[in-house]
């Protein structure tokens, strides 16, 4: 009996020694500074709506003895007019108003460049550990070197959790953290979650990423140190855990919250040191609450007035014109990249232009057309002394690059919007793309004459970031004093407004794609 009792005893004591321990972890990803609300669902989002429905979760946890951590996977930053509140400095002072615990860096959180983003994270010193483990930044940027740190250690209850933070550094973003470097993420991820299990003593590895799903699933399969990934940049609203299998066989659980905080993702953890097990996990839609917080809806006015101070109260409330674009038109956010395509081209008076939708965001406007709304269109900005956003770009093209140009792009799968030009494609059996019958204004292209182009900066400026070799390619290429939101705003004083109805009307020819028409003159990079 007594033998029995202490074979119990020893058994209970060893359970308990590997005991797991909850952990609610409430995440948000790539929220862009949409303090107010998402994309054209006034009733949906926001930031005051947001924290108290963190608060609310974290609240109910704690009554049940579970500890929460609030963890952003990057983009925070440039994504609306809000942005250039306190240029840049509201959007940080937010992160450290919600609550966050840990945030990775994000592509679109060092736009503004080095030198400023350095300025801003001393003067608001950020609460929250925010990391960047395959940044690497010149010493001169003291603030950047205090607080961006590779990875956070909790200790909950004996067991140690790392939160090792990775970004993607795609080359068409990476140029903008100059006097430094992004080293590879699944590269300099690998490396450092060795270190954190076998050298740091972390029982857990949680990677907060902002390298998007594809790379998160790449980075779990060639990672067995990592246990869970929390990811961002691509967009994804994953409804449950996607569970990607390691080359060890070991099943590493990947989640992501959608974008401009429309959801929040729920995850409750056991952890031990034996790993980590998802006990349960959801999106919990952010809609309009009775009781938004108070002080991050104050804060928001606060930004306002900024907004204001910058531009003028008037200014941003001036009517423009009237968009007809569906809300739920889900070509919503190609046709104003389209519009925008044209808008530069004319504004410029060139013979092509270049767009991508992806540098206007899906934030087209709806209804009536105010200054804050064709920012919110297109809030893009490098440089803070440029308050109304990126210039467009002239230069010059020679015509037998013209095909060659159009052709590596497509074979890239790179979405673009081309105004001005036409051409029939076709995708081969082997999964590459050919060019025929290009025209520009409905004439052959003369390989030896040079042709006009019009770019907006983003293009240009991130081009000649990459490679010099840009500048033989786009000859003569200069800012003109035209920025794009001024194109566009002309363009739709011109027009009376745009609608639905824009791609019918537009200056555009069937394309030709397996032998079935396509409706539109641009590559988007998909079939339609």
């Known amino acids: 009996m007594k033998r029995s009792f202490l074979a119990m005893m020893a058994l209970l004591l060893l359970s308990l020694s590997v005991q797991a321990e909850l952990v609610q972890i409430l995440h948000t990803n790539d929220i862009h500074s949409y303090f107010d609300h998402t994309d054209h669902e006034e009733d949906r989002g926001g930031f005051a709506n947001l924290k108290t429905v963190m608060d609310r979760h974290e609240g109910m946890a704690q009554e049940e003895g579970v500890d929460t951590l609030r963890v952003d996977a990057g983009d925070f930053m440039e994504g609306t007019i809000f942005y250039m509140a306190d240029y840049g400095r509201k959007s940080f002072d937010m992160h450290n108003k919600m609550g966050y615990d840990i945030a990775v860096i994000g592509n679109h959180d060092y736009l503004m460049g080095t030198d400023d983003l350095d300025s801003i994270v001393g003067d608001v010193n950020p609460d929250f550990a925010y990391l960047g483990a395959n940044i690497k930044v010149d010493k001169r940027f003291k603030n950047l070197r205090k607080h961006l740190v590779p990875y956070k250690m909790v200790n909950h209850n004996g067991v140690k959790v790392a939160f090792l933070g990775i970004t993607t550094n795609e080359l068409v973003f990476s140029w903008r953290l100059y006097d430094g470097k992004i080293e590879k993420p699944l590269k300099s991820a690998r490396r450092w979650a060795k270190k954190l299990k076998n050298e740091l003593g972390a029982d857990v590895v949680i990677a907060v990423t902002h390298i998007g799903f594809k790379k998160d699933k790449k980075l779990a399969k060639k990672t067995p140190e990592i246990d869970l990934i929390i990811g961002g940049h691509s967009h994804d609203a994953l409804f449950e855990p996607y569970w990607q299998k390691s080359k060890k066989g070991k099943k590493i659980p990947i989640v992501q919250a959608g974008h401009h905080a429309e959801y929040l993702g729920k995850l409750l953890i056991d952890v031990s040191k034996a790993g980590v097990k998802v006990v349960d996990y959801n999106l919990v839609p952010v809609h309009q609450q009775e009781d938004p917080d108070q002080d991050i809806a104050e804060f928001v006015e606060e930004s306002l007035d900024d907004l204001r101070a910058i531009y003028g109260h008037e200014y941003l409330e001036q009517k423009v014109a009237n968009s007809y674009i569906a809300p739920t038109n889900e070509d919503g956010g190609e046709l104003w990249s389209h519009f925008t395509a044209d808008a530069m081209r004319e504004a410029v008076d060139c013979q092509i232009s270049i767009q991508q939708e992806a540098m206007s965001g899906p934030n087209f406007p709806v209804g009536e057309i105010s200054k804050f709304k064709l920012y919110q269109a297109h809030p893009r900005w490098f440089d803070f002394s440029d308050r109304d956003g990126w210039h467009v770009y002239r230069a010059k093209v020679n015509g037998f690059l013209i095909k060659n140009i159009f052709r590596a792009v497509m074979n890239l799968g790179l979405p673009l919007n081309i105004s001005g030009i036409?051409?029939?494609?076709?995708?081969?059996?082997?999964?590459?793309?050919?060019?025929?019958?290009?025209?520009?204004?409905?004439?052959?292209?003369?390989?030896?004459?040079?042709?006009?182009?019009?770019?907006?900066?983003?293009?240009?400026?991130?081009?000649?970031?990459?490679?010099?070799?840009?500048?033989?390619?786009?000859?003569?290429?200069?800012?003109?004093?035209?920025?794009?939101?001024?194109?566009?705003?002309?363009?739709?004083?011109?027009?009376?407004?745009?609608?639905?109805?824009?791609?019918?009307?537009?200056?555009?020819?069937?394309?030709?794609?397996?032998?079935?028409?396509?409706?539109?003159?641009?590559?988007?990079?998909?079939?339609?």
Do not use: C
């Not at 019009?454 to 990459?466: C, H, K, Q, S, W």
């Not at 794609?513 to 409706?519: A, Q």
């Open 422 to 528: 036409t051409f029939d494609w076709w995708k081969t059996p082997w999964g590459t793309y050919w060019i025929k019958k290009m025209r520009i204004n409905g004439k052959r292209i003369n390989p030896f004459k040079k042709y006009s182009i019009a770019l907006p900066e983003g293009i240009v400026r991130g081009g000649y970031g990459i490679s010099p070799l840009v500048g033989l390619i786009l000859q003569k290429s200069h800012k003109t004093p035209v920025t794009v939101i001024k194109a566009i705003e002309e363009k739709l004083v011109r027009e009376k407004g745009v609608g639905d109805d824009y791609i019918e009307y537009s200056n555009t020819i069937n394309l030709k794609s397996l032998g079935k028409p396509v409706d539109r003159v641009s590559f988007e990079g998909r079939e339609r």
